[in-house]
Every structure is written in structure tokens, then in C-alpha cells.
């Protein structure tokens, strides 16, 4: 008789501990960059559940040269953070942006709107996460997968090409509001780049891709 195993999952559809594999995979299957492990006793599982998963899990992927080597983090990310992500339906589209609570995959935020881009929502929602975690003064790293959109925070504007107008007048009326919110506070949270190649989707993915 096969002896019993729990199963952490740190990143998937749902995260946590179970004690059958058949769980596990529904909650894994799916999610792009899933990380989980089996784990003989319950008490292991749950000291792990409690530490990052990169921690527990060693990267498979060999690198020879020092950038390698220090592209990829031994710590992963920071497990105590905010990740947010942005989703379009086209370019322009119908957009979306939240914030998940990377430690227990809890969602903190969501917005929607009618039309937008990309990159709009990238910004707006890292703006947006900075606001919320000075609202509960958490002093804890927001995580974004867009370049761009962190490189727009720093300057303090939306550097977008798409035109205001009747139908962008929700979204536009939230830009500025995330501008005159960046240049009216101070805040002390890092925004970093969520490494995707090493630790897989930013666990505020859609998951439409």
C-alpha cells in the first residue's frame, strides 16, 4: 500500500494543502508555471506551505555564464507582496486589471472597463495596488509582469496613444486620477518586475493566453 502524500500547491487555479493527488491535479491543470510538491507528513507540508515555493523547489535549468547565473533568483519571489496584471480583448478592447495577494492567491482588487488597452490597465492597476497598500499600510512589494507599465509609474503618466473621448471618458477620468495620485504621494513600496520565465505567470494572470 502506497504510503500517504500531501500536496502543496503555491501557484495554480487554487492554492493550499490536500492529501490526494487527484485534488491536486484539478488545481494545477491548466495554469501555466504551477508550482507544487508532495510532501511525506502533513507538518512538512505545512512548514512549506509557509516559506516561497522557490525555497522548495530546485530550477531544473543550467546556465554557464555569471548573468545566467544571476538572472535567476535563488530566493524567487517575494513571498509576502501584491501582484497585479491586466487583461484586453483587443487593442483597444474591453479591459480589466486586479491585484492578487501573491502569499495566499486572494484577490484585493478588480476593475473593469469598456474600452482600454493593455498597457493602460498594466499601469492603472499598479497604481492602484500602491494606493491600497498605503491605504493599509503595508509596506510590502507590488509585482507587475509590464515593463512599460512600470516604466509609466516612474515618470508619473500614462504615456498612451489612445485617444479620449466619449467612450474612453470612464477610463480617462481614471488615468488622471492615477496621475494626480502619483505626483501627490510619497510611497515606499519597490515595484519589481515579476520574473515569468523563472517563476512562471504572475499569479494575477487571467489566464487567457
Known amino acids: 500500500m502506497a ?3 500531501y500536496y502543496v500547491i503555491w501557484l495554480g487555479h487554487k492554492t493550499g494543502i490536500v492529501d490526494n493527488w487527484e ?3 484539478k488545481r494545477i491543470n491548466g495554469y501555466k508555471g504551477a508550482k507544487y510538491k508532495s510532501f511525506k ?4 507540508a505545512q512548514k512549506a506551505y509557509e516559506s516561497p515555493w ?3 523547489i530546485s530550477s531544473n535549468k543550467k546556465n554557464t555564464s555569471q548573468k545566467s547565473r544571476k538572472k535567476i533568483s535563488v530566493n524567487g519571489p517575494v513571498w509576502e507582496s501584491l501582484a497585479v496584471d491586466a487583461a484586453c480583448s483587443g487593442n483597444p478592447g474591453p479591459m480589466e486589471y486586479r491585484g492578487v495577494h501573491v502569499k495566499t492567491n486572494k484577490e484585493w482588487f478588480h476593475a473593469k472597463f469598456p ?3 493593455n498597457n493602460i490597465g498594466e499601469f492603472l492597476a499598479i497604481v492602484h495596488g500602491l ?5 493599509k499600510n503595508l509596506n510590502i512589494p507590488v509585482y507587475s509582469d509590464s515593463s512599460i507599465a512600470i516604466g509609466w509609474v516612474k515618470k508619473k503618466k500614462c504615456i498612451t496613444q489612445l485617444k479620449d ?4 471618458e470612464k477610463l480617462f477620468k481614471m488615468i488622471r486620477r492615477a496621475e494626480n495620485w502619483l505626483q501627490n504621494n510619497k510611497w515606499s513600496q519597490p515595484v ?6 523563472n517563476w512562471g505567470e504572475i499569479p494575477a494572470d487571467f489566464g487567457r493566453k
Open 3 to 5: 504510503s500517504k502524500k
Open 23 to 25: 485534488e491536486c491535479k
Open 41 to 44: 507528513t502533513l507538518e512538512e
Open 54 to 56: 522557490s525555497e522548495n
Open 115 to 117: 474600452l482600454g488597452t
Open 131 to 135: 494606493a491600497e497598500l498605503k491605504r
Open 165 to 168: 473621448s466619449p467612450k474612453t
Open 192 to 197: 519589481l518586475k515579476w520574473d515569468t520565465e
